[in-house]
């Protein structure tokens, strides 16, 4: 199937780069990426596909926990007053 595209310039030159440095087609690069980027497993939000470093961490599911201890310990130790504060 034959369809118009418009793709900026800069991404245009990046992709007619990249295709050449492996010896394909513009044709053949844009349907590979197209390719991958319509199988690529979808996430949890609409539209997203979930970077490769989340599956490496585990989406750090409970880091907003920990986040929660250390601004806690943050504000108690703010509301220490050092002696030469005091005078």
């Given at each position: 199937m034959k369809t118009?595209?418009?793709i900026p310039d800069p991404l245009f030159r990046?992709?007619?780069?990249?295709?050449?440095l492996r010896g394909i087609?513009?044709?053949?690069?844009?349907?590979?990426a197209l390719e991958e980027k319509v199988t690529?497993?979808?996430?949890?939000?609409a539209?997203?596909?979930e970077p490769p470093w989340m599956r490496g961490f585990g989406a750090l599911a409970?880091?907003?926990?920990e986040t929660g201890k250390i601004e806690a310990l943050i504000a108690e130790e703010f509301e220490v007053l050092d002696e030469e504060d005091r005078s």
């Amino acid at each position: 199937m034959k369809t118009t595209l418009d793709i900026p310039d800069p991404l245009f030159r990046q992709a007619k780069a990249r295709a050449a440095l492996r010896g394909i087609s513009l044709r053949q690069f844009v349907s590979e990426a197209l390719e991958e980027k319509v199988t690529a497993p979808a996430s949890g939000r609409a539209g997203s596909v979930e970077p490769p470093w989340m599956r490496g961490f585990g989406a750090l599911a409970d880091l907003h926990l920990e986040t929660g201890k250390i601004e806690a310990l943050i504000a108690e130790e703010f509301e220490v007053l050092d002696e030469e504060d005091r005078s």
